[in-house]
């Protein structure tokens, strides 16, 4: 299984136009949510979460979370999947957020 991680918005004609995708295993969702980024990534919308900028402050707060114990989230390492790969997607996420903070979020799990 996988997240799949969107930006959204809408074009002249009112059709969804995607701005940003990324994907990652679910396999991950113990560190994600142990480094508070959880229900950021996987459960925005249960959240009240609708646009992009929304999400900034607490992707900064669990990526610098992540940065500052690396050994601490290496051992929650599952099978498939890895805190590099974690660390990567936040920051690619983060930095969509950042560039498209209008975006409707939508994710797929």
């Not at 959240?47 to 050994?71: K, T």
């Not at 601490?72 to 498209?100: I, K, N, T, W």
């Amino acid at each position: 299984m996988s997240l799949d991680f969107y930006l959204e918005d809408e074009d002249e004609a009112g059709r969804r136009r995607e701005l940003f995708h990324a994907e990652i295993t679910d396999n991950l969702g113990r560190m994600a949510d142990s480094a508070a980024v959880y229900w950021c990534l996987w459960e925005p919308r249960q959240q009240g979460v609708r646009f992009a900028g929304d999400l900034i402050p607490y992707l900064e707060s669990g990526l610098a979370r992540l940065r500052d114990e690396p050994e601490r989230f290496r051992q929650m390492d599952p099978p498939h999947g890895d805190y590099d790969a974690l660390v990567r997607f936040v920051e690619s996420v983060l930095g969509a957020c950042r560039e498209h903070p209008w975006a409707r979020v939508n994710v797929s799990a």
